[in-house]
Structures are given as structure tokens and as C-alpha cells.
């Protein structure tokens, strides 16, 4: 991983002999010394408050661990309830994601420096142990300092010995850099490519062999997916049609005009919502990629356009905002479903003064309950999917996720198009996307669809996808090392 390497805080990185002669961390006060510290000779004494920051970041990872919890979610509504903002909050928020996204190869090197399967490490210990690697292997924080800081988090609730166990750990991981690290434990790259480069960017081998068999069985576009999947996603913004253009946005916030949506905007850092357009509603945080499957649905030529849209799976709202203004340009009108009440309140919130009507309802069947009936010009099926897409920007899915998953999902994703297509008018366009690159929710449930489905038949998309180096068709499938978005699959389908 082409990362910088060095010395991080002016010693060596394993730190002075007096370093490395304490490990069990039981009288760290030789060390440092100070206001604030307890008694250089009563180590459990800590009067010293833990960083907030670190702080923050564990109880994030905690969240997830012990409650399945989002990460994108929990973070932000933390860092406003501790008035945690600027440079602080930009590190506990890298901190956080990378922990997350890294947390394969951080078990793996965490297991060996501490001779015992995580599994068999108190759960509290690990969110603070995988804390405290990250930031020795993957950040130029100093090793003290992500040594230290990690003990104090321990100390403060667990007291001296579970310290001890955490200051001896981490001590030995800073012993190797990442490249010596993945040396050691990751699988020979002679005897398993695949599993190599999966465990280099900390990714689980079967959603690698899932690139792999997406990429067409290139070891060079795995290995560029995989190294673009592992970094910090950039924000990308998007200007709400009619409201404000992407010229504008890209003024007003600081930001760059995006390569290939009219409506994106690179933001090259800080919090979005401090950007005015935002807290005004004229603009949002929104992928490229889908943006462009949101517009692509919008400017396929279908002849005579009746104005009668419809979203099927609308939650949380980002697609159908965009779609709605393009709507509400073109005097046409959108019909949003969304099975899940919560999810159906978002997206009125961000499509409120639009031509959008929202339906709490299974899209499965949409007439039997919503009462719509068929012959819509333009549908969007963006199906519930495994989400492998999008694995950079929700740092914890990808260890989430199982195999097992998939098929269920394909059984929805066939369920709805399948409805999708019955709903369309004869010469409409039915857009299925899905931000999964995975073979059995894209491209082979497309084809098994149309193999059920004989009045439809399959469309070039890549003509309204406004973006390069599309393939040869007649889908479109994204890439985050090719494109810098999500891997956002699209295909366009209509019927006789």
C-alpha cells in the first residue's frame, strides 16, 4: 500500500530502549511526567482526562460491535453532542472509518501480537486495541501518542491489568510496519493472488473473488479496486436542479465541478453541512455514480414522455430528490415507494415543494398497495442489494456481509424487476441499478429476468450515462479505481 512511511514522532518507531523495556505499561510515569499525572509511584491513579477525540472514536467502534450500528450514523450525532468540530473532528472521523474498513488485517496483526485469537479478547479491549493499530500502521500519529492514548482509554475503565495487556500488544505491533505485517501473516501471493491482495486492503477473500470474477479475471483491475476500495472516500455533492447549479455549488463551498454528472461537486474537505447550500436544502451529499443512474433514468429517449415516473425502492430519499427536481423542470410527476415508514419520512424531507407523491408500500406489488396502475414512461428500480458498491463509503459492511446474504436478495431483485416491467408502458425504460458489482445481482439477473420476461428486451445504457471507459455494454458498471465513484451497476430495459 503506497502510504508514506517514516519516522512519525522524531524516535525510532519501535520507540527508545526505555520504551521497550516496559511493556506490561505498569509505570509508565518514567516516561512522562506533568500537571495532571497521578503519583509516578500509584500507577492506577489517573486524573488525567482521555482524549475526547480518541474517546469518540471508540465508542463508535463499540456501537457497532455490540449493536450493529452505522458507523456514517453514529459518528456525526456523536461528534455534535460532545462539540467535537474542524481539525478534531476530521480525526476522529478518520480514525473511526479507517479502524472499521481496516478491521480484517487489524484482527489478523492484533491476534498475532497477542498469541490469541481476538475472539478470545474482552470485547471492550478490541474496539480500543483495533483503535490503537490503526493508528500506528496506517496513520502518521506517533507511536507514543497511539500507544499512550489507548492504555489511558483502557486504564480509565478497566483499570491496571487490562492496560497492561493493551500497552504490551500494541508495543509489539509497532515493532513492524503494514508491509512487514502483511508479509508475515497475509497468504503467499504464488499460492493465493486473490487471497493476498484481499488481505493487503482489508477487504474478506469472497467479496475479493467477487471483483475478480466482475473485472473479467484481471489480478491488475482486482488489485486497483481493492487499493481504491481500502482509501478515504472524497464527498461528493450534489446541486439540486432549478435550485442551484453544480457552477455555483462548487463556488459557494470551496469545491470543484465533478468530471462527468452536470450536478456534482468534489468537496475537498470539511463538513458538509456547514456548506450553506446544504442546510438550505438546494444542494446534498450524493455519489456520482448515483447521481448519474438518477439522471440516466431522466433523459432516456422514450419518444412522447406522459410525465408518469415512478421510483420503486425511494429510500432514503438522495435519487429521488434529483429525480423529483428534473420532474418538476419537465412538468412531469414522480411516484416514490418505500416499504419502511422511517425510511418513507426521509425522503419527504428532502422532497417537500416537489412534484413527488410518497408511498408507504411493497414494491412488489405496487397496484395492489398503492392503487397506481401501470403505464409509466420512466421507472427506477434501484434494488436493495448486498451493497459490495459502496463498501468505502459504510466502512463496517464489508465485514458484515456474508455469502449467504446474496441469494434472498437476488429472489427480491428478480421479484421487482419483474414488477418494474409490468408496470412500464410499451417503449418506456425500466433503469435497474444496484450498487453491487456482484455477477448474481447484476448482469446474470438481468439476463435470467429477460429469459421470464419475453416482451422485454434489453437497451444500450451507456448512451445516457454521461461518463467514460464504459465497457462494451449494453450495461454499465462503475468502478471506484476507473471512475471515483461507487460501483454503481445500470441497465435499461423496456417492453413491447
Not at 88 to 99: F, I, K, R
Not at 361 to 380: C, K, M, N, Q, S
Not at 436 to 449: F, I
Request: aromatic share 4%.
Amino acid at each position: 500500500m503506497s502510504r508514506p512511511r517514516g519516522d512519525r514522532d522524531g524516535t525510532n518507531r519501535s520507540g527508545s530502549n526505555r520504551d521497550r523495556s516496559n511493556r506490561s505499561g505498569t509505570d509508565r510515569s518514567n516516561h512522562r511526567s506533568g500537571p495532571g499525572r497521578g503519583s509516578r509511584n500509584d500507577p492506577k491513579v489517573r486524573d488525567k482526562a482521555v482524549d475526547p477525540v480518541r474517546e469518540t472514536a471508540r465508542d463508535v467502534l463499540r456501537a457497532v460491535r455490540e449493536r450493529d450500528a452505522y458507523a456514517n450514523l453514529v459518528l456525526p450525532k456523536m461528534l455534535r453532542e460532545r462539540h467535537i468540530s474542524g481539525r478534531d473532528a476530521a480525526l476522529a472521523t478518520e480514525l473511526t472509518y479507517g479502524a472499521a474498513r481496516a478491521q480484517g488485517i487489524l484482527d489478523a496483526v492484533i491476534a498475532a501480537a497477542a498469541n490469541r485469537p481476538v475472539d478470545e479478547i474482552d470485547g471492550r479491549l478490541i474496539d480500543v486495541l483495533r483503535l490503537g493499530a490503526y493508528q500506528l500502521l496506517r496513520t502518521r500519529v506517533g507511536a507514543h501518542a497511539a500507544v499512550d492514548t489507548s492504555v489511558d482509554l483502557v486504564r480509565s475503565e478497566s483499570g491496571i491489568g487490562p492496560a497492561g495487556f493493551v500497552n504490551a500488544v500494541l508495543r509489539k505491533v509497532s515493532q513492524r510496519d503494514e508491509e512487514l505485517w502483511v508479509d508475515q501473516l497475509a497468504p503467499s501471493m504464488a499460492d493465493d493472488l486473490v487471497g493476498h491482495l484481499a488481505f493487503r486492503y482489508a477487504h474478506p477473500r469472497w467479496i475479493a473473488e467477487v471483483f475478480y470474477d466482475a473485472l473479467g479475471g484481471s489480478f491488475g483491475q482486482l488489485q486497483a479496486a481493492l487499493a481504491a476500495d481500502d482509501e478515504r472516500p472524497p464527498v461528493h455533492l450534489v446541486a439540486r436542479p432549478g435550485f442551484i447549479t453544480a457552477e455555483e455549488l462548487a463556488l459557494t463551498s470551496g469545491g470543484e465541478v465533478g468530471r462527468y454528472s452536470p450536478y456534482c461537486v468534489y468537496l475537498p474537505g470539511g463538513d458538509p453541512g456547514d456548506v450553506e447550500a446544504i442546510r438550505q436544502g438546494y444542494a446534498g451529499v450524493q455519489d456520482e455514480g448515483s447521481q448519474l443512474v438518477a439522471r440516466a433514468v431522466t433523459v432516456a429517449d422514450i419518444g412522447t414522455d406522459g410525465g408518469r415516473w415512478l421510483d420503486m425502492c425511494a429510500g432514503p430519499g438522495g435519487k429521488a430528490a434529483l429525480i423529483g427536481a428534473l420532474a418538476d423542470i419537465d412538468n412531469a410527476h414522480l411516484d416514490a415507494i418505500e416499504v419502511s415508514e422511517h425510511r418513507a419520512d426521509l425522503i419527504r424531507g428532502v422532497v417537500r415543494d416537489l412534484p413527488v407523491d410518497v408511498h408507504v408500500a411493497d414494491a412488489r406489488d405496487v397496484t395492489a398497495h398503492t392503487g397506481l396502475e401501470p403505464g409509466f414512461d420512466r421507472i427506477l428500480l434501484d434494488a436493495p442489494c448486498t451493497g459490495l458498491g459502496s463498501l468505502r463509503r459504510r466502512p463496517e459492511a464489508r465485514w458484515r456481509r456474508q455469502p449467504t446474504d446474496v441469494p434472498e436478495l437476488v429472489a427480491l431483485q428478480r421479484e421487482l424487476l419483474t414488477e418494474a416491467l409490468r408496470l412500464v408502458r410499451p417503449g418506456g425504460v425500466v433503469l435497474y441499478s444496484t450498487c453491487s458489482p456482484h455477477p448474481a445481482e447484476t448482469t446474470d439477473l438481468v439476463s435470467s429476468v429477460l429469459e421470464s420476461v419475453t416482451a422485454a428486451r434489453q437497451l444500450d445504457a451507456r448512451p445516457i450515462v454521461g461518463a467514460t471507459e464504459l465497457g462494451e455494454g449494453p450495461h454499465v458498471q462503475l468502478w471506484p479505481h476507473i471512475h471515483g465513484t461507487d460501483a454503481m451497476f445500470l441497465a435499461a430495459l423496456t417492453r413491447s
